[in-house]
């Protein structure tokens, strides 16, 4: 569904678009006419046009900041619950990252199906990562990066969308509590959906109708964090705060003057944090 509303911005909303994933329709396969379909004839619908400003918002977020930490010599992208992200397949800056695409078993081995299908090719610089968190311990995660070649000495951007509002309080911290031992320079970014009082009327009509149908689909949506929340969370891991972008705050606010139906609205926040750089123990 975040690959159906990417690929529909470019087809429904006004240019200059906000993200532009040139292979996210590709990337929908025998499903591509079905879940267009949808935005093109009902793309105003909140639920609709709300998908695209979450999807887009947030992808333009984290790769903006890819971009900056690559120019400061940050190689490495680890992807948590990497589903159909094209960024690895479609970016000349994957040339000079290495894409750790971290997901469960089943949905890579559909993944890769879909890229042999699509004929997309996969890079060197591209790496799969599976993990069943149902199985393993988040613990582990780090050891199956490091076999797929991730150099846990060196920094990276660890990107975690779309993913902790499917998980329990427990679970977000134990991968928290792995990220925290990265190395220092890395930076997370993370989603977070706000609890139902701190959402707007646009927010929690979102929520409401996304929500139940998430749990029909056998995902129901567990954690809400606020932004204290996720702070004390992030801070309890040893890892450092640096921001917290809305919607509105996730690009420029000229790119919000718009005549189409994206606009922010208060459900989805991005935490930026860093792992800092140890301490020397004190001289005894």
């Known amino acids: 569904m975040s690959a159906a509303a990417r690929a529909a911005h470019l087809l429904v909303d006004e240019s200059p678009p906000i993200f532009t994933d040139t292979l996210a329709q590709t990337f929908l396969g025998e499903r591509a006419e079905e879940l267009l379909g949808y935005h093109r004839s009902y793309g105003g619908h909140p639920v609709l046009s709300g998908a695209r400003t979450t999807a887009v918002t947030r992808s333009r977020y984290v790769e903006d900041r890819l971009a900056e930490l690559a120019g400061r010599g940050v ?33 890579q081995h559909w993944k890769r199906a879909l890229l042999a299908e699509t004929g997309t090719t996969v890079p060197p610089s591209a790496f799969f990562v599976p993990v069943d968190f149902e199985k393993e311990s988040a613990r582990s995660l780090t050891d199956h990066l490091v076999r797929a070649g991730f150099d846990p000495g060196r920094p990276s951007l660890v990107g975690w969308l779309g993913v902790t509002m499917y998980l329990t309080s427990q679970a977000i911290r134990q991968t928290l509590a792995v990220i925290s031992g990265f190395a220092p320079g890395t930076e997370l970014i993370v989603e977070h959906l706000l609890p139902a009082g701190l959402r707007d009327e646009a927010g929690q009509s979102y929520a409401e109708l996304v929500m139940a149908a998430a ?70």
């Open 215 to 284: 749990a029909e689909q056998g995902e129901p949506w567990r954690t809400f964090l606020s932004i204290e929340q996720m702070d004390a969370l992030l801070l309890e891991h040893r890892l450092q705060p640096i921001e917290y972008a809305r919607q509105r705050e996730m690009i420029d606010p000229a790119e919000w003057e718009r005549t189409d139906a994206l606009r922010p609205f208060e459900l989805s926040v991005l935490a930026r944090a860093s792992v800092p750089t140890r301490q020397a123990a004190p001289a005894r």
């Open 75 to 107: 190689d490495q992208y680890v992807l948590l619950g990497a589903g159909l992200d094209s960024f690895a397949y479609r970016s000349e800056l994957a040339d000079a990252v290495r894409v750790f695409e971290v997901d469960e078993p089943a949905t």
